[in-house]
C-alpha cells in the first residue's frame, strides 16, 4: 500500500458532502489536499476547518479555464499530484415524457464530461508520480429507482469509463478506480428535489431497511474506500461497492 502520508490529492466537489468528507479523512493521514467547488464560501469553510495541509480553489469543473487554474494549484499546493478524486456532481430528476433536454446535458456535462476532462488534463502529473484517478458511479446503476434515469445514465457512463481508461493508462502506470456508494445523506438530495433538509434526510432514512446492514452510510465511509483506492497499488478497473447491501435488493423487516 502507498503511503497517504506527504501525498498530494485534489478532491473536485469538496465543499460539502463526500467530497468534505474525502478531503477531512485524507488530511487527517497526512495528505495535502486541494479541494475545489462552485461555492468559495464553503470550499473556504473546509479549508479553514482542515488547516494548512487543506487548500480551498473556488472552481467548476465544466469551464476548461477553471480545470487548468485548480490542476496548477494543486500541483502547486502538493508538489505534484499522486490522486485526482472526482467528487463533484450534480443530480436531476423527472419523468421520461417531462425531462428538460438542456437540464440533462447539463447534468452530463457536470457528471462526466467535467471530470473527464479534468482527468485527462492532470494525467501528466498523474503519470509522472504513478498516481491514480477516483470516480464515483451509483447504486442507481444497479437497482432501478424511477425517476432517476438522467441521473443513472452519468453514473452508469462513468462506471464503463472506469474499466475503459484503467486499460488505457494502465501501461503508464496510472491506476483507475470508481466507488459505488449507497444511500449517504448529503446536499445532493435536497438539489434532487427531495424537500427540505429534514424531509431529504427523513427519505434517506426511510431506505435503511432496504440496505442488508439495516441503514444508511456516512460520508466517513465512503472516505474510507477513498483511501484504499488511493494507496492500493495493485488495483486498477475497479468498482467499488460501498453500500450496506442496498444492491442485494433484500428488505429488513
Known amino acids: 500500500m502507498r503511503e497517504l502520508a506527504g501525498s498530494s490529492v485534489l478532491v473536485t466537489g469538496g465543499g460539502s458532502g463526500i467530497g468534505a468528507g474525502v478531503a477531512r479523512h485524507l488530511v487527517e493521514r497526512g495528505a495535502r489536499v486541494t ?20 487548500l480551498a480553489v473556488p472552481a467548476d469543473v465544466t469551464a476548461a479555464g477553471d480545470r487548468e487554474r485548480l490542476l496548477a494549484a494543486a500541483v502547486g499546493h502538493g508538489g505534484g499530484l499522486d490522486t485526482l478524486v ?13 425531462l428538460d433536454e438542456q437540464q440533462v446535458l447539463d ?19 498523474l503519470r509522472a508520480r504513478r498516481g491514480s484517478i477516483v470516480f464515483f458511479g451509483s ?36 491506476r483507475v478506480n470508481c466507488i459505488r456508494p449507497g444511500a449517504v445523506y448529503t446536499e445532493i438530495n435536497e438539489r434532487a428535489g427531495l424537500g427540505t433538509p429534514e424531509e431529504a434526510h427523513a427519505r434517506l432514512q426511510s431506505l435503511g431497511a432496504a440496505h442488508a446492514l439495516g441503514r444508511i452510510g456516512t460520508v466517513e465511509e465512503v472516505a474510507e474506500a ?3 483506492l488511493a494507496g492500493a497499488e495493485w488495483v486498477t478497473g475497479s468498482i467499488l461497492t460501498v453500500d450496506g447491501g442496498l444492491a442485494l435488493g433484500v428488505t429488513n423487516a
Not at 91 to 97: E, I, K, Q, T
Request: aromatic share 6%.
Open 139 to 174: 447504486v442507481h446503476t444497479q437497482r432501478a429507482f424511477p425517476g432517476a434515469s438522467p441521473y443513472a445514465a452519468t453514473k452508469g457512463a462513468l462506471e464503463a469509463l472506469t474499466g475503459v481508461l484503467a486499460a488505457e493508462l494502465g501501461p503508464q502506470q496510472v
Open 107 to 125: 447534468l452530463y456535462h457536470a457528471n462526466v464530461v467535467g471530470p473527464v476532462q479534468l482527468s485527462g488534463l492532470a494525467l501528466p502529473e
Open 86 to 98: 472526482n467528487a463533484a456532481g450534480n443530480m436531476y430528476r423527472g419523468a421520461l415524457d417531462a
Open 35 to 54: 479541494v475545489s467547488g462552485r461555492r468559495a464560501d464553503k470550499v473556504q469553510a473546509v479549508a479553514d476547518e482542515l488547516g494548512a495541509a487543506c
Open 226 to 228: 477513498v483511501a484504499y
